[in-house]
T-cell receptor, first 113, second 113 residues
Framework: LAKTTQPISMDSYEGQEVNITCSHN???????ITWYQQFPSQGPRFIIQ???TKVTNEVASLFIPADRKSSTLSLPRVSLSDTAVYYC??????????????FGRGTSLIVHP | KAGVTQTPRYLIKTRGQQVTLSCSPI?????VSWYQQTPGQGLQFLFE???????NKGNFPGRFSGRQFSNSRSEMNVSTLELGDSALYLC????????????FGSGTRLTVV
């Protein structure tokens, strides 16, 4: 069971780069790492997903070391609108009854002017 | 393309009643998962349906049930409502490849009085 651990909260300022790390010591061979962003009273929004090394898209980068026991979500030049809760989720689709997806409590990011 | 649609958006029910929530996934997605989100417990996995079959189930009592239709639309039902069932219920669809690359709906806010 790939339990995840993230910092409860983080503070940053507009224009800075923010790195949020998630620990997942029990990650399985087939597991992927997926990050979500959630605003109050909305469903989580998919940000990025990776399996190993580095993945980059138009909004974020995901760094995964060789041992895959942690991952870091990097948000470049954050703005006030990036204030949200960020979750990492580890697992593989089609795992069926062998795995219960567990989101953890997430990281509350507050971006200050 | 259209996102995940959940209806209704808000619902108020009385203890002891039952409720049915509906979810229309993204076209082509055959996997539909349901989550309960509360301030105290965070995001908790209820169950997942794939091709009309429940493929995975979280640790919720039997009062929580669901089903999926041939067009991948899904419903979840909660019987004998309790005050503690008040929550945001989120539906998520995915393509069932790779990791948990969910697309979430906006949720149904259920209040039990």
């Amino acid at each position: 069971l790939a339990k995840t651990t993230q910092p409860i909260s983080m503070d940053s300022y507009e224009g800075q780069e923010v790195n949020i790390t998630c620990s997942h010591n029990n990650i399985a061979t087939n597991d992927y790492i997926t990050w979500y962003q959630q605003f109050p009273s909305q469903g989580p929004r998919f940000i990025i997903q990776g399996y190993k090394t580095k993945v980059t898209n138009e909004v974020a980068s995901l760094f995964i070391p060789a041992d895959r026991k942690s991952s870091t979500l990097s948000l470049p030049r954050v703005s006030l609108s990036d204030t949200a809760v960020y979750y990492c989720l580890v697992g593989a689709a089609a795992s069926g009854g062998s795995y219960i997806p567990t989101f953890g409590r997430g990281t509350s990011l507050i971006v200050h002017p | 393309k259209a996102g995940v649609t959940q209806t209704p958006r808000y619902l108020i029910k009385t203890r002891g009643q039952q409720v049915t929530l509906s979810c229309s996934p993204i076209s082509g997605h055959r996997s539909v998962s349901w989550y309960q989100q509360t301030p105290g417990q965070g995001l908790q996995f209820l169950f997942e349906y794939f091709s009309e079959t429940q493929r995975n189930k979280g640790n919720f009592p039997g009062r929580f049930s669901g089903r999926q239709f041939s067009n991948s639309r899904s419903e979840m039902n909660v019987s004998t409502l309790e005050l503690g069932d008040s929550a945001l219920y989120l539906c998520a669809s995915s393509s069932d490849t790779g990791g948990f690359g969910y697309t979430f709906g906006s949720g149904t806010r259920l209040t039990v009085v």
